[in-house]
């Protein structure tokens, strides 16, 4: 490319802006440069840096040695010092760094599209080929009378073609002076493609739309530093654009989701984020207080609840992509807020949303990669229909060689038979989860996620799970004990979870209420723990209030139609869906610790 991501300039500013901004005889450099001989009269500037410097010198054997330096807050405010002069420059000359507004009439990538047939040196003089575009300066470089600057917008990038006699008064004298990598400029001028074959935009006049006051990373080193990343996203997009690709991506899987559900004549609904009792799932709240209505507030765990009161009211068909809350812990697969779709289907059964998830996913894989064979972190998934399916039972006696079935209700004998199976292979906490179940239901699942779960790579619908920790779904019509409820597993992680919808009150209530009674069980011995000696004044996570929706058990009083429900998290999908390894990789601005 033309635009090498250098400009040369003459000493003389140059050597008085960085007077101006240290009075050091060695100077702490905002930018990275070189120096071409031992005079010092050229140099080259890179890109704007907040991250290293590089100084290249020549020494009398005429040999290049580079010596490296970290930059510091000094040199950035040394920058913003400079930049902020030229803002002030600006508004002298009677121009506005901060434009309201420019009229565009391509982006980079329709002019590439639209001019792709033009020969090197060739120009498109035509009336009708005047351009107009927009975007931030990325790199530059300029000799004598002449420059290049690359322009990115939000489709690509293309280079400008600056020509001192084309510019009308002393525009080249400004763009040289004034403008800087990091800016948002506005050009017109015609199309030409260099003798290099660069597709440019012969610039004849410029704007500057927005005067970036701070300098972006270093073109060679880009934005490393992982917490930055997060921290500063949109710094993160402008140094490294595939990042922003993600979250493109991102925004087709959400609109192709929703043609998929609307196709089979779901609607979509909202519910409340802000309810009065935190229900639909079992995880820790975060809690607010409503100063007007005097009460305690819950930032929702789960849409569940409130969609299904919709079923109640007469609705058949219906979804809602919203975000969720859950106060527990971080990892690169749990962020405390995420986004998920949870749908309702009246008259159908779990093999409904089976059907219904296949239907989503491979519609969304198609949507971003055009085929159902993708790489994520190294391992090949392929998402052709049907997927397996398989009974939990069968999956951890597959894995394990533990028949639950043959093990009855004998909760002991089963926790023998477990431990003397896998104790080899368990770390202490592990083991302690599997001596800590309550029930046989509970055993299963434990072993089932411990041993199982991380083998499921390829897509795989794990049915039938322990009434025990499904308190939401229909007990199964043939199997005592267990639930229709699958959940859908690819590279060991749960994508989907569905059930055929429990209807009946009673049941409903006894349940709910047995789930509340055994966390709060659990709550006062977190809660007596947290008054020992050693453990005083840390929290655990049991210690959080359950509260039952007795708003929810009167609506299914009035009767809830038979229904299937899924929920699918969005999160998950699009990680997978584009190769990322962090949920925070997916999530635009993830909640970090707060930075000492």
């Known amino acids: 490319m033309d635009a090498l991501k250098l400009w040369s300039l003459s000493s003389q500013p140059l050597k ?217 996203r949109y710094v993160d997009m402008i140094a490294n654009p595939e990042v922003a690709d993600v979250f493109r991506k991102r925004a087709k899987i959400v609109s192709e989701i929703r043609r998929a559900v609307e196709s089979f004549g779901f609607i979509e609904v909202e519910t409340p984020v802000l309810q009065g009792a935190a229900g639909g799932a079992e995880a820790r709240p975060f809690v607010t207080y409503h100063n007007s209505l005097g009460r305690d507030l819950y930032l929702r765990i789960a849409t569940e609840l409130h969609l299904k009161r919709m079923l109640v009211g007469g609705f058949e068909k219906v979804y809602e992509i919203g975000r969720i809350f859950r106060n527990e812990g971080i990892s690169t697969r749990h962020n405390p807020e995420f986004t998920t779709i949870e749908m309702y289907e009246a008259y159908s059964d779990y093999e409904s949303m089976i059907n219904m998830a296949e239907e989503i996913v491979t519609r969304c894989a198609l949507a971003v990669h055009g085929n159902l064979t993708i790489d994520y972190q190294g391992v090949e998934i392929h998402l052709e229909r049907p997927w397996r399916r398989e009974t939990m039972h069968n999956l951890v006696k597959e894995s394990t060689g533990i028949d639950f079935d043959e093990l009855g209700n004998d909760l002991k004998v089963a926790k023998e038979v477990t431990l003397e199976n896998l104790g080899g292979d368990l770390d202490y906490k592990d083991k302690s989860s599997l001596e800590a179940c309550t029930s046989i239901g509970h055993l299963l699942n434990e072993v089932f996620e411990i041993v199982v779960e991380p083998k499921l790579l390829q897509p795989t619908f794990v049915l039938d799970y322990p009434i025990e920790i499904s308190p939401l779904a229909k007990p199964h019509r043939r199997i005592a004990g267990l ?114």
């Open 16 to 232: 008085h802006l960085f007077r101006c901004a240290s009075s050091t005889t060695t100077l702490r450099r905002p930018y990275s440069y070189s120096y071409s001989s031992s005079s010092y009269s050229r140099v080259v500037l890179r890109c704007c840096s907040s991250t290293t410097t590089t100084t290249t010198t020549t020494n009398a054997g005429g040999r290049n040695r580079r010596v490296s330096t970290s930059s510091s807050t000094s040199d950035r405010d040394a920058v913003r010092a400079i930049r902020l002069k030229k803002v002030e420059e600006l508004r002298s000359k009677g121009l506005e760094p901060y434009a309201y507004g420019w009229e565009r009439t391509h982006t980079a990538n329709q002019l590439q599209d639209i001019y792709k047939h033009l020969a090197d040196g060739e120009e498109s003089k035509s009336e009708k080929d005047a351009v107009s575009v927009a975007g931030r300066i990325v790199a530059r470089r300029a000799f004598g009378k002449l420059a290049f600057l690359t322009l990115r917008d939000d489709s690509g990038t293309i280079q400008l073609y600056c020509e001192k006699e084309r510019l009308a008064n002393d525009q080249f004298d400004q763009l040289k002076a004034l403008v800087d990598i990091g800016d948002i400029v506005g050009v017109s001028g015609s199309i030409k493609r260099t003798e290099k074959g660069e597709l440019s935009v012969y610039v004849d006049s410029f704007a500057i739309l927005t005067k970036s006051l701070l300098p972006l990373p270093d073109k060679y080193h880009g934005l490393t530093d992982v917490d930055k990343r997060y921290r500063q």
């Open 483 to 596: 639930t229709e409820r699958f959940e859908l597993f690819i590279c060991g992680r749960e994508l989907a979870n569905a059930f055929s919808e429990l209807t009946d009150p009673t049941d409903q209530r006894g349940r709910l209420e047995e789930q509340v009674r055994q966390h709060n069980e659990k709550r006062a011995a977190a809660i007596s723990k947290t008054e020992s000696a050693e453990d005083k004044g840390k929290e655990n996570d049991e210690s959080y209030e359950v509260t039952l929706d007795d708003d929810f058990l009167t609506a299914l009083e009035y009767g809830m139609p038979p229904a299937s429900g899924m929920g699918l998290g969005i999160d998950r999908l699009v990680m997978l869906l584009t190769n990322s390894a962090s949920i925070r990789d997916v999530i635009a601005f993830p909640v970090l610790k707060v930075q000492q």
